[in-house]
T-cell receptor, first 113, second 111 residues
Framework: GAGVSQSPSNKVTEKGKDVELRCDPI?????LYWYRQSLGQGLEFLIY????????KSGLPSDRFSAERTGGSVSTLTIQRTQQEDSAVYLC???????????FGPGTRLTVT | EDQVTQSPEALRLQEGESSSLNCSYT??????LFWYRQDPGKGPEFLFT???AGEEKEKERLKATLTKKESFLHITAPKPEDSATYLC????????????FGKGTRLHILP
């Protein structure tokens, strides 16, 4: 079946512009996660959606970052007024529930110039 | 503070030379421990989930084991295609059921 998809695969933007990153999880998966991975670094947790519960936003690095999940499916991560330090690969993962494994998308490589 | 520590950071082996990767964790309550493989430029790929001490799982040349404080990923007679970064992660209710990742072990198998 179809896996997790993310778009765009690459995004180059100018400092100060807003960007939207999209994640399409595996159908039926109730949990959705966003992570950030900088070059050579581990995965940094950003935000977590589980079913209809309020999202866990404790990993968002600043109020420039926000995310929503519509209809319990597609999720969008928005970064406002991008900064150069936002450059990284943004990974989305979905899971059938907890404590089950996550399935990752291919990521969106964001470059802020 | 909950922690997941992987060692070594990097490992170079000759083809056929078996070894083990370590993941030690300090969390209050464990729902599950996960192993992933990540190839350059790709998202992590799920390998194993372990839920309780004493549990073992195998897949091809890989075997994962779990104790109360650590997990090992044993690689038997590795091949060059096993070269990747191996990530360990834990899920714990004390951390809101978020998943905590270690920094990974970069494995390079020389032909």
């Amino acid at each position: 079946g179809a896996g997790v998809s993310q778009s765009p695969s690459n995004k180059v933007t100018e400092k100060g512009k807003d960007v939207e990153l999209r994640c399409d999880p595996i159908s039926g998966h109730t949990a959705l996660y966003w992570y950030r991975q900088s070059l050579g670094q581990g995965l940094e947790f950003l935000i977590y959606f589980q079913g209809n519960s309020a999202p866990d936003k404790s990993g968002l690095p600043s109020d420039r970052f926000s995310a929503e999940r519509t209809g319990g499916s597609v999720s969008t991560l928005t970064i406002q007024r991008t900064q150069q330090e936002d450059s990284a690969v943004y990974l989305c993962a979905s899971s059938p529930s907890i404590p089950y494994e996550q399935y990752f998308g291919p990521g969106t490589r964001l470059t802020v110039t | 503070e909950d922690q997941v520590t992987q060692s070594p950071e990097a490992l170079r082996l000759q083809e056929g030379e078996s070894s083990s990767l370590n993941c030690s964790y300090t969390v209050s309550g464990l729902r599950g421990l996960f192993w992933y493989r990540q190839d350059p430029g790709k998202g992590p790929e799920f390998l194993f989930t372990l839920y309780s001490a004493g549990e073992e799982k195998e897949k091809e040349r890989l075997k994962a084991t779990l104790t109360k404080k650590e997990s090992f990923l044993h690689i038997t007679a590795p091949k060059p295609e096993d070269s990747a970064t191996y990530l360990c992660a834990v899920q714990t209710p004390s951390y809101g059921d978020k998943i905590i990742f270690g920094k990974g072990t970069r494995l390079h198998i020389l032909p």
